[in-house]
């Protein structure tokens, strides 16, 4: 077997395997809480907005609700993605 057909064949699916769940977590931890997610959507943006609404219109559990229930959709699309990559 040469070295090419090892490493794609036995080397690198076990790696992939131990590197993906400790990847998965960073990735999820980054995305989350400091890098754009969806349509440049944070976690502090989508609780400013939140704090804005709440603040106009005095409907904090309507806008803090929203705004749980967007980060709860993106952290389940997230948790989705990398459950089906694994």
């Not at 077997?1 to 395997?17: D, E």
């Not at 976690?43 to 400013?48: E, N, Q, R």
């Not at 219109?57 to 694994?86: D, H, K, N």
């Amino acid at each position: 077997m040469s070295s090419f057909t090892l490493y794609r064949r036995v080397i690198l699916p076990s790696a992939q395997r131990r590197a993906l769940p400790y990847f998965r977590n960073e990735v999820m931890i980054l995305m989350l809480h400091a890098t754009t997610v969806a349509f440049t959507a944070t976690v502090p943006d989508i609780l400013k907005i939140a704090r804005d609404v709440n603040s106009a219109t005095y409907q904090s559990f309507q806008a803090f609700g929203i705004a749980a229930l967007l980060y709860l959709c993106i952290s389940f699309a997230l948790v989705w993605l990398f459950r089906r990559a694994e």
